[in-house]
Structure formats: C-alpha cells, structure tokens
C-alpha cells in the first residue's frame, strides 16, 4: 500500500519570505501522480499543484512550485513571495495510473502560519 | 457552476442513531469518494465509487454504508456500529482516468451527543 508521509505538522514563516513544505511517499509503481492541496479554515479542499511522475520538469503555478525527486521519493512544495491568504492545512497526495478509481491517499498535513 | 454539494453542514446525533450525509455531484464525473478527517490524521477514505450500482470499501469502512443508484448521487450513512463517529466528513468526485484530480464538496461536521 501505498504511504504519504509529512514530517512537519507545524510551520512558520514571515509575509513574503518563501517556506517549503516536506512530503515523502511510498510506493512501488513507476507511474503515478503526485498533489498539494491546501484548506483554509473555510476547510474546503483546493488543490495548488500537481505532478505527473513521468515528467521530469518539476511543476510550477504562479508563487507555487515543487521539487519532485522521483529516486528519492521526495515531493515538496515551495510558496514564494507568502502572503496571509496563504494560511492554511497543506496535504500531500498521491494517486496511481491507470484508473486510479481508488481516489488519493493523503499525508496528514502541514499547518502553516504565516506572520505579519 | 458545476460542482459538488454536501448537506448538512453541521450535524447532531444521539448515539444509537443513524444518520445519512448527503452528496451530489453536477460534474458528470464517474467516480465518487467519501472521506474522513479527524485533527491530526489527514484525509481518511471510506468508501468509493466508480460506476453507478457500484461501490468500494476504503480504508476504514467499519460502521458506514454507502449507496450509488443515480451517477449524480453518493450519499453516506454513518450507523450506529460507528464507534467514534464524530469527525468531519468530505464527499469528492473525479474522472476516471489520468491525472484527475479529486474535487471536493465544502464538508460535513457530525457531532454526536
């Protein structure tokens, strides 16, 4: 089965300093696809980024990207430029190809604070 | 606008009773979720469908029932057999296939007394 594991519950960083955010996976398959989803305390699930594993190029929306390190089985999540609306549960996620109908599984989320 | 809707979003219950969390989905999308969060543990799947008449036991299935008579429709039934039914409850939908991403309904919050 697979495991989705986030090693920091809690993070801090200033307005417009830039954090990144670990997540680590399990897995035997070769292809699959990778998420950061991020909840607000409105608690609806919005999703930030995502990643296909066959690509090498890592993925990148606006002040979000990621450093995906396939061998390693690594994914991170890196937000430039934070800003207070940036606030919010962090979850990484991983889904299988082909047909995952079995939905994503989800690390435990990273809580992030951002100071003023 | 296309999306997901969950009802109630705040819920109480008696212990003994069942309750029935509904789901509806105007996305045309296949395959429909049920998840659960509780602090501290992340998203946790219930159960899951990919085909009308069709469903999935997920990860922790004990103490819920599920149906899927129409595709638009995935409503989930939180029975008494629950132990530790309180939580926050989130419905998703997605495509089958590829790279889809799972989309969410606002959520349910069970409370029981």
């Known amino acids: 089965a697979q495991t989705v594991t986030q090693s920091q519950p809690e993070m801090s960083v200033q307005e417009a300093e830039t954090v990144t955010l670990s997540c680590t996976y399990d897995t035997s398959e070769s292809d699959y696809y990778l998420f950061w989803y991020k909840q607000p305390p409105s608690r609806q699930m919005i999703l930030v980024i995502r990643q296909e594993a066959y690509k090498q190029q890592n993925a990148t929306e606006n002040r979000f990207s990621v450093n995906f390190q396939k061998a390693a089985k690594s994914f991170s999540l890196k937000i430039s430029d934070s800003q207070l609306g940036d606030a919010a549960m962090y979850f990484c996620a991983y889904r299988r190809s082909g047909g995952g109908a079995d939905g994503l599984t989800f690390g435990k989320g990273t809580h992030l604070i951002i100071q003023p | 606008d296309g999306g997901i809707t969950q009802s109630p979003k705040y819920l109480f219950r008696k212990e003994g009773q069942n309750v029935t969390l509904s789901c509806e989905q105007n996305?045309?999308?296949?395959?429909m979720y049920w998840y659960r969060q509780d602090p501290g543990q992340g998203l946790r799947l219930i159960y899951y469908s990919q085909i009308v008449n069709d469903f999935q036991k997920g990860d922790i299935a004990e103490g819920y029932s599920v149906s899927r008579e129409k595709k638009e429709s995935f409503p989930l039934t939180v029975t008494s057999a629950q132990k530790n039914p309180t939580a926050f409850y989130l419905c998703?939908?997605?495509?089958?296939?590829?790279?889809?991403?799972?989309?969410f309904g606002e959520g349910s919050r069970l409370t029981v007394l």
């Open positions: 998703a939908s997605s495509i089958l296939l590829g790279a889809g991403e799972l989309f």
């Open positions: 996305l045309n999308h296949d395959a």
